[in-house]
Structure formats: C-alpha cells, structure tokens
C-alpha cells in the first residue's frame, strides 16, 4: 500500500500547525528533525522516511530561542514522538542571520548529544533555491550583509535539480549580476536593501515572489534526508555555522584590540 497524507491545518498559541496523517510506523523507519533558522521567521518540521509529517513556524523576529523548543514540543506531542524517537537531525547551517544560526546549530547539536541522533547539515542557499519557480532557470540568492554587500550564491537548473555555479560567499549584488546569465531571478530577504542595484532597464533581472523569500524547514528536511542517504553526516563537535564574514560585534571588538 502507498503512502498517503490528508493536510490538517491546526491553530494554536497564534501559530499554524501543519500535520498530515501517516502510514503505522514500522520499527527500523528513520524519523527526524528538520531545523531552519538562517531567516527572520523560524521553522521546525518532523520527518519520517523523508516525508514531513508536521511543520510549524515562529514568525516574530529573532525570537528562535524563546519559540523553538515549545514548537518542537508540540509537534512531537501530536505525534506521539519522544526526543529517543530521532534518528536523525537536519539543521539549515548558513549563511544567514548570526544569531539565529547560533540558536539553531546549538539546539540540534544539544539534541544530538541528548538522542544520539545523526546530524546533517545543510547549506542555507541550497535550502532557499528549492523556492524557485518552476520556469526559473538560472537563480540568485540575496541576503543582506550590510555595508552594501550581499550574501549570495547562484544555481543552474539542470535535469534533477539545482547545480552550484557560485557557492556561498561576499559580493556586491551589482558584481554578481554582471557574471549570471540572463534570464536570472533574484530570491531572498537581502533584495529590498539592494533594489538600488538592480538594473531598472534590465527586463531579464526578474525578482521572485516576497512570499518565498524565507527559507522553510520542509525543504531542510527534503535535501537532509538525501545529504544521509548519501552518508552526509557532520559529527556534533565539528559543527559550526557558515558566517562567510564574522559577526559585526566580532569585527568591532577585533578593531578595537587592533587599534589599542
């Protein structure tokens, strides 16, 4: 008998809870947690063979460390799962906001060690791209760095997904434009800090929908479900969040002990 799935919207605490109904979990299934809080709106999902079962988020602010546990609390207890239940964790890892990263690498990293869960971590611009409109071809990825500096990286479609043509990195949205080619959509939070930089004349820079701006733990939990069928894992003491750029509180005191 195949899978099947009925969408159960439930509303609590001001919040969407999203379940679907499931096949009778069989002993040796693999159940997960997906984690995503690279953006200004976190999101958590659980994951049973690679399928979400249930997803939720906390939309205000940076407050990820306040809403994430009672979200992934609630979902478990809807589910009847228990912090022994996961076998693996899927963690978005950046780039993205420093200290939403921080919360979301430190969490799945404390419930590796509690549950003895494998850890996957994946690349935040990966996790945004799979956002993309079906007819978008070549994408770039745009997130504020302040300092009129992006954090960025671009994807080819081809056949059976997305190709990296630039990894994750620094640059001016300006500059990376004039490397892409055409047509090219541009995806994420950074867009309304360098709208100035794009080419009002230039009909083929296409900006992708404001409502799939943000990075979603579903999509977390689909490419870290393939990162470990592949064997993908990251050891719990080796995982860090990919800054690309230190944290501008770092900077700063850097220069200060520079200077004295």
Request: proline share 7%; with cysteine; glycine share 8%.
């Amino acid at each position: 008998m195949g899978r099947w799935f009925i969408f159960l919207p439930i509303a609590t605490f001001g919040r969407s809870i999203h379940l679907r109904l499931r096949p009778l979990y069989h002993v040796g299934m693999i159940r997960a947690l997906a984690i995503e809080t690279s953006s200004r709106v976190g999101s958590v999902a659980l994951v049973e063979e690679g399928c979400v079962l249930a997803a939720d988020t906390f939309p205000h602010g940076l407050q990820h460390a306040a809403r994430m546990l009672p979200a992934i609390d609630s979902l478990c207890r809807s589910l009847g799962w228990t912090p022994g239940d996961l076998r693996h964790i899927y963690v978005s890892a950046g780039p993205g906001s420093f200290t939403g990263l921080r919360i979301g690498i430190t969490l799945a990293k404390t419930l590796a060690f509690v549950s003895g869960a494998a850890l996957v971590a994946v690349g935040s611009a990966r996790v945004l791209v799979e956002n993309a409109p079906p007819d978008a071809r070549h994408v770039v990825i745009v997130l504020d760095a302040k300092r009129d500096q992006i954090f960025t990286a671009s994807f080819d479609r081809v056949a059976d997904g997305w190709a990296e043509r630039e990894p994750a990195h620094l640059d001016r949205l300006a500059d990376v434009l004039g490397r892409v080619p055409r047509p090219v959509h541009l995806l994420g939070e950074g867009i309304p800090h360098h709208r100035c930089f794009i080419p009002p004349l230039d009909a083929e820079v296409l900006i992708i929908d404001e409502s799939l701006w943000r990075p979603r733990a579903e999509m977390v939990a689909k490419l870290g479900w393939q990162l470990a069928q592949d064997g993908r894992f990251t050891e719990a003491m080796q995982l860090v969040p990919i800054y690309i750029r230190r944290p501008e509180a770092e900077e700063k005191c850097q220069r200060q002990i520079n200077s004295s």
